[in-house]
């Protein structure tokens, strides 16, 4: 057995491939500005996205040592990454002794060539698939069709996508961005059968893709399915796989052969860390207990499943990640999706703007890492600022990973990278920034440019500032789509005329007290005993 090794080399570790699904054609700005003009997409973003965070969020409360959980899965995620050619090593070893083949993949181009060299050896003409977001992102349909053999989604989502000729939008829910009447045309289209009296009731589309795959579990000349993993046990050689509809566990038990291509991040140590995982999961993910269907299998057993497994490790940009210490966290992720159900940014432009198989908060700190930022036209370049940084993503992600932390961390990268190859200014964000910080340094300069704005802006007919002019350095990007409040009184300017009032009040009461009478003095009638003691 050959030795791997993939801790921090000397040598940088190779990007993915450019044929991954990673890096989007345009930037999130300009593709987001086009999603953010669909009414129907940002209707189906907002109403699923608020009925699963809705669903997330009771199915934590009822846990009380949840940030317990939560520390723990962070605590056994930080093993990972910190031994993980050790615990790869004995995955193979596990998966090979429980009768398996272990293959070992460099990027996306010999993934594919690993899974299209096996289905062919078995004369497949069809491929059954478990949803796997490992084999989307090395777009394994496509290079399987490019060979002549069919790949089909057995998971309903994925299968909506499949049949529009579409790319998912959403890690847990690939067709979120797809409401019921749009189904039904899919289905009518893209299922020659189906009767044109079907409606687009949950039921009628299930139980039409239920026919629909039932048919292809059936008949599977070659009979392979592929599949990804949610968890690999390096102790045991276990794969993971936890799903909520149940195709998943056909094609894991019917075929003959079974093709498991799984990220190398996805190991966990031992049998029992799936007892912390398996609670976060489902609870971050669907808002349920556990999921429907968790399905477990080791290895090859004679009689009972598949009669061959074949276990494709991949790396494709993940060494890459693992060699930053302060981005290496973002192969933490156990692709629950809660990051993008609270993010305002997903929430409104939806998956398709990142361009890329990872969509949202995670996807905005995994797809450039793994892929490397270019310069400002890379499209991966874009990704670390399409956040508010609101944190909110930090606060549900089941396994505490500091996501606004790493995207400033990108962020600060792509300034440093663009300083080192254009100068020490490249454009106007610099020599604002530069201006900023000189100007906020110097109290009197600070306070005299707030007292001055003030007066400048009542020139400005109502009560926001309008979209200023493009000659006015960076402000058009601030006023095109915000409606920024206009500069009221400075604190500064506040605070003085707050002085001078105190002193003036003060004055005026110190007078009034030097012309009263002391209580109880001439002029006054004294108080009963009884009173007095009332008074006290």
Not at 98 to 108: F, K, S
Request: glycine content about 10%.
């Amino acid at each position: 057995m050959s030795t791997v090794d993939l801790g921090i080399p000397s040598v940088r570790p190779q990007h993915a491939s450019p044929s991954s699904n990673l890096r989007g054609d345009r930037s999130f700005p300009a593709a987001a500005r086009d999603d953010l003009a669909d009414e129907t997409l940002r209707g189906n973003l907002r109403h699923a996205t608020s009925t699963i965070t809705t669903k997330r969020a009771a199915a934590v409360r009822e846990v009380r040592d949840w940030q317990k959980l939560r520390d723990a899965g962070s605590a056994l995620k930080w093993q990972v990454t910190d031994h993980l050619p050790e615990l790869l090593e004995q995955l193979e070893e596990s998966v090979t002794a429980a009768g398996g083949v272990v293959h070992w993949a460099r990027d996306a181009d010999e993934a594919g060539e690993i899974v299209t060299g096996l289905a062919l050896e078995r004369g497949a003409e069809e491929v059954l698939k478990v949803k796997s977001m490992a084999t989307q992102e090395i777009g394994l349909n496509e290079t399987l069709e490019h060979a002549g053999i069919r790949a089909i989604e057995s998971d309903l989502a994925e299968l909506i996508v499949q049949l529009a000729g579409d790319t998912p939008s959403h890690i847990l829910v690939p067709a979120i961005h797809r409401n019921r009447a749009q189904i039904r045309e899919i289905f009518l289209e893209a299922m020659p059968d189906l009767d044109e009296s079907i409606t687009d009731d949950p039921a009628e589309l299930a139980e039409a893709s239920r026919r629909f795959l039932r048919e292809k579990f059936l008949d599977m000349p070659g009979s392979v399915a592929i599949s990804g993993a949610n968890f690999a046990v390096a102790e045991t050689g276990t794969m993971v796989v936890v799903e909520s509809e149940g195709n998943g566990r056909m094609c894991l038990t019917l075929p003959k052969t079974l093709i498991s291509v799984v990220g190398i991040e996805k190991i966990v140590p031992t049998f029992e860390d799936l007892e912390v995982f398996l609670q976060l999961l489902p609870r971050s993910s669907t808002g349920e207990r556990m999921n429907p269907y968790t399905t477990l299998f080791t290895g090859v057993t004679e009689g009972d499943g598949p009669e061959e497994f074949h276990l494709v490790l991949l790396d494709n940009g993940r060494s890459a990640v693992l060699e930053d210490p302060e981005g290496r966290s973002a192969l933490h992720c156990i692709r629950c999706s809660a990051c993008l159900n609270v993010c305002p940014v997903y929430a409104r432009s939806g998956g398709h703007a990142y361009g890329s198989t990872y969509p949202g908060p995670i996807g905005a700190i995994l797809s450039p890492q793994m892929t490397g930022m270019g310069d400002a036209d890379d499209p991966s370049t874009s990704l670390p600022y399409a956040s508010s940084l609101c944190g909110a993503c930090y606060d549900v992600c089941p396994v505490k990973i500091d996501i606004p932390k790493i995207l400033v961390h990108l962020r600060a990268e792509d300034v440093d990278q663009r300083r080192d190859t254009k100068g020490q200014f490249r454009g106007t964000w610099d020599v604002a920034m530069k201006g900023a910080g000189a100007l906020m340094s110097s109290p009197r300069a600070y306070d005299a440019a707030v007292r001055s704005a003030g007066p400048l802006t009542k020139l400005m007919p109502g009560a926001n500032i309008g979209k200023l002019p493009g000659i006015v350095p960076l402000m058009p990007g601030w006023t095109d789509h915000r409606d920024l409040p206009k500069p009221g009184k400075s604190f500064r300017s506040w605070w003085d005329e707050h002085q001078k009032e105190t002193a003036s009040r003060t004055a005026d009461g110190a007078a009034g007290d030097g012309d009263a009478e002391e209580p109880g003095g001439a002029g006054q009638t004294s108080q009963t005993g009884t009173e007095g003691e009332e008074r006290a």
